[in-house]
């Protein structure tokens, strides 16, 4: 993180304007002279950019993969461009880029996950015979909803399928395995 002009690194070592880690960026393999991130124009001021070590032409604000390094965090951080993993968050670091120890900002959010819980409620038999309707379904008994044991994102009530009040395995049409066919 520049402060002061001044860059912060891994334990804490600071280094000066005249002795920070600095990149040769090659201005002349640029394609676009535009932030990946933002795509706004980059300035030729080296200290305010950071060009990728996996993907030559392809240059940053350092405030954007700053910013970038903070959402994704450590787990997640890759190269924006080519989706490297290993030299470029080596590189980053290098640059002073802190890169949090921590889940994602979207995986710290309340309820990021709130959808995963909730069962799937929907009788997908082609017929259903359930007079109060596919969505409607008791707890117990020949209108209880079954899930693939599959995939458990299709259901049927145990009548519409013909299966047996003991049943507690079921498999849709994508997941059951077809009947070989002979010759």
């Given at each position: 993180?520049?402060?002061?002009?001044?860059?912060?690194?891994?334990?804490?070592?600071?280094?000066?304007?005249?002795?920070?880690?600095?990149?040769?960026?090659?201005?002349?393999?640029?394609?676009?002279?535009?932030?990946?991130?933002?795509?706004?124009?980059?300035?030729?001021?080296?200290?305010?950019?950071?060009?990728?070590?996996?993907c030559s032409q392809t240059i940053y604000h350092r405030k954007c993969i700053q910013k970038y390094a903070h959402t994704s965090?450590?787990?997640?951080?890759?190269?924006?461009?080519?989706?490297?993993?290993?030299?470029?968050?080596?590189?980053?670091?290098?640059?002073?880029?802190?890169?949090?120890?921590?889940?994602?900002?979207?995986?710290?959010?309340?309820?990021?996950?709130?959808?995963?819980?909730?069962?799937?409620?929907?009788?997908?038999?082609?017929?259903?015979?359930?007079?109060?309707?596919?969505?409607?379904?008791?707890?117990?008994?020949?209108?209880?909803?079954?899930?693939?044991?599959?995939?458990?994102?299709?259901?049927?009530?145990?009548?519409?399928?013909?299966?047996?009040?003991?049943?507690?395995?079921?498999?849709?049409?994508?997941?059951?395995?077809?009947?070989?066919?002979?010759?």
């Amino acid at each position: 993180m520049i402060n002061q002009n001044q860059v912060y690194l891994l334990c804490h070592r600071s280094f000066c304007e005249k002795h920070r880690p600095t990149q040769d960026i090659q201005w002349g393999n640029v394609g676009e002279e535009g932030c990946v991130l933002c795509c706004e124009d980059l300035s030729h001021a080296s200290v305010e950019n950071i060009q990728s070590p996996c993907c030559s032409q392809t240059i940053y604000h350092r405030k954007c993969i700053q910013k970038y390094a903070h959402t994704s965090a450590k787990h997640f951080f890759k190269c924006p461009h080519c989706n490297n993993r290993e030299e470029f968050p080596q590189e980053m670091l290098r640059m002073g880029i802190h890169i949090p120890d921590r889940d994602a900002a979207w995986e710290l959010e309340p309820g990021a996950f709130s959808d995963l819980y909730q069962r799937y409620q929907h009788c997908d038999a082609p017929i259903c015979l359930y007079e109060q309707g596919r969505d409607i379904f008791e707890d117990e008994g020949r209108w209880s909803l079954i899930l693939c044991a599959t995939c458990g994102s299709q259901g049927t009530h145990r009548d519409c399928s013909s299966l047996r009040s003991n049943s507690k395995k079921w498999e849709c049409e994508e997941c059951a395995p077809s009947p070989e066919v002979t010759d």
